[in-house]
């Protein structure tokens, strides 16, 4: 599946700025290796909430809020395909959010996974505290920074 992954997540490296490796190890953890009821039948590889009027589903998630885990229900994006979904994941990042444009800049302005990682985090991307380390793990174990385009 990596290997599937790997060729479109460098073409979105290119256009969008976004590490390839980055891309890779978010659709792994968030899809759950391609598991997911939302990546399955959804072919949202990215946990990407869905925009007024977008075509979505609303499924239960995991929040960590105040401290702690909670169960909420989640209104989540709809693809026709994972390809939509990972230029969705690219643009989201390029673009930011519709609230702040600038949302995702520190990890577009990354050199590297760790930094990229670490500022998903602090961009306000997931709310799982070891999102950073567990994105790491991921790009480390599977050696997905092979896969990477060098920064200009």
Known sequence: WINELAPYARQMQEQYGVIASISIAQA???S????SVLSTQYNNLFGIKARAGQKSVVLPTQEFENGEWKTIQGR???YDSWQQSMKAHAE???????WNAAQYQHVLAAKDYQAAATALTRDGYATDPAYAEKLISIIQTWQ?????????
């Open 28 to 30: 792994i953890l968030e």
């Open 32 to 35: 759950n290796w391609h598991t």
């Open 76 to 78: 989540f994006a709809a």
């Open 92 to 98: 989201l990042l390029y673009h930011g959010t519709s």
């Open 144 to 152: 997905l920074s092979r896969f990477d385009i060098p920064q200009k």
